[in-house]
């Protein structure tokens, strides 16, 4: 089976530093990967994925993810926070062998001014 | 339609009512998924739709919970004889078919069960 785990719940950054926000999993086969954002009384939206190929992904809003076989981990980074990145951020896989993805419970990032 | 689309976007009902929650998934999009959100929790998965498959029903907390796709676009969550932990926003998502595809989700209904 697959599944993600965030392990922390939230994340607190000043504006200009870089952040990391912490996602691991654990798979049976080769992993695909997900990042969300959901911004305050919003759905879900879409960052970025590793299927394939190269270990960085590049996505939305200048965040790009670190892709570690060797540590089973696909942490979120951006290297200069903004205020306006403050949102619940959630890592997604499928789950086993079927199309769902099962979602981590999620970091709450702040960034402070 | 260009994005999931979710309605009603807010619902507020009283115990012991029934409640519809409608979503109208990516045009294209095979797959339709329902989630929910609790305050403050993670999403919790209640049902996949995939094509003319028999859909996974495997995440529905309860038999008060039910869900149906038309013609393989529109989906309808039902949820009768509402309680107050049925509070929650409920999520809609789509995508093509292949788990390595993004799934694309809708703004949510937020459903407040008084």
């Known amino acids: 089976a697959q599944s993600v785990a965030q392990p922390e719940d939230q994340v607190n950054v000043a504006e200009g530093n870089p952040l990391t926000v912490k996602c691991t999993y654990s798979?049976?086969?080769?992993?695909?990967l997900f990042w969300y954002v959901q911004y305050p009384n919003r759905g879900l939206q879409f960052l970025l994925k590793?299927?394939?190929?190269?270990?960085l992904v590049k996505g939305s809003y200048g965040f790009e993810a670190e892709f570690n076989k060797s540590q089973t981990s696909f942490h979120l980074k951006k290297p200069s926070a903004l205020v306006s990145d403050s949102a619940l951020y959630f890592c997604?896989?499928?789950?086993?062998?079927?199309?769902?993805?099962?979602f981590g419970r999620g970091t709450s990032l702040i960034v402070h001014p | 339609g260009a994005g999931v689309s979710q309605s009603p976007s807010n619902k507020v009902t009283e115990k012991g009512k029934d409640v519809e929650l409608r979503c109208d998934p990516i045009?294209?999009?095979?797959?339709l998924y329902w989630y929910r959100q609790s305050l403050g929790q993670g999403l919790e998965f209640l049902i996949y739709?995939?094509?003319?498959?028999?859909?996974?029903k495997s995440g529905l907390p309860s038999d008060r919970f039910s869900a149906e796709r038309t013609g393989g676009s529109v989906s309808t969550l039902t949820i009768q004889r509402t309680q107050q932990e049925d509070s929650a926003v409920y999520l809609c998502?789509?995508?093509?078919?292949?788990?390595?595809?993004?799934?694309?989700f809708g703004e949510g209904s937020w459903l407040t069960v008084v």
């Open positions: 590793y299927i394939t190929g190269d270990n």
């Open positions: 045009s294209g999009h095979t797959a």
């Open positions: 798979v049976s086969g080769n992993p695909y």
């Open positions: 998502a789509s995508s093509p078919i292949f788990s390595g595809n993004t799934i694309y």
């Open positions: 997604a896989a499928p789950s086993g062998g079927s199309y769902i993805p099962t």
């Open positions: 739709f995939q094509g003319n498959s028999a859909p996974d």
